[in-house]
């Protein structure tokens, strides 16, 4: 199995490889080794997970602005648009995060968002499943398809797109391969084992890591766009 060269070499290996796995290790050993500081620091509303992912998320916005202010330099005009919506999930991804800051500044929920959110927020994933587990369905496959299964099968078949072409700037490439794999399967021990069969510390809350791999995966993929756009005008 060969890889594309232009795919080696948009991004340092440290990055796509060792930084992606960096999140999910490091529980694992905080969990390990000091329990209690995981339990108090780690998991829940305004824990260190969902906090990073709300980080993470911020230069992944400014990515995508780039993208639409540089739109003269991509080859069809819908790239504009793809881009911008990718921007626009991202700002809404970091505020329900955040529950629109309230996590930070602490308001109160205002009577008529308390009375439909499930977790008397201020933010909208909690009210219905199609604002949360259908996108969440939604990314998951979206992750193992163009994140795993293409670019494996591309490799497989020696393809190469042309440079520049809307095809090239698209399909997420090999680097994209590790942050989606995890995307993809982070969630089965929980399905196949259920999280109470799980020993500690492997039994993690799983919804908020694999949010933060999700964030990761958008900075990853835009990155290594804005990059090969970026070489392409020079």
Not at 49 to 57: F, G, K, Q
Not at 156 to 166: A, E, L, P, Y
Not at 177 to 202: A, E, Q
Request: with cysteine.
């Amino acid at each position: 199995m060969t890889v594309n060269s232009s795919q080696q070499y948009e991004l340092p290996k440290w990055l796509w490889v060792w930084v992606v796995l960096l999140p999910l290790t490091a529980q694992l050993i905080v969990r390990g080794f000091w329990p209690d500081f995981a339990r108090d620091y780690f998991s829940g509303e305004g824990g260190i997970v969902e906090n990073v992912t709300v980080v993470i998320l911020i230069p992944t916005i400014l990515l995508a602005i780039y993208l639409v202010l540089n739109r003269a330099s991509l080859p069809v005009r819908w790239m504009t648009y793809w881009y911008a919506l990718l921007g626009l999930a991202c700002l809404y991804f970091a505020g329900e995060e955040a529950s629109w800051g309230q996590h930070w500044f602490g308001w109160e929920t205002p009577e008529f968002m308390g009375e439909l959110n499930d977790q008397g927020e201020t933010n909208l994933h909690n009210m219905s499943s199609w604002l949360d587990q259908k996108p969440r369905l939604i990314v998951e496959l979206s992750a193992l398809i163009g994140g795993v299964i293409l670019p494996i099968w591309r490799a497989r078949k020696g393809i190469q797109f042309v440079k520049g072409s809307w095809q090239d700037l698209f399909w997420p490439t090999w680097i994209c391969l590790p942050v989606s794999v995890i995307v993809g399967f982070i969630k089965i021990p929980d399905r196949v084992f259920g999280s109470t069969n799980i020993p500690y510390p492997f039994n993690l809350n799983v919804s908020e890591t694999q949010e933060l791999y999700v964030a990761l995966a958008f900075f990853i993929y835009l990155l290594s766009v804005t990059v090969r756009v970026k070489r392409l005008a020079n």
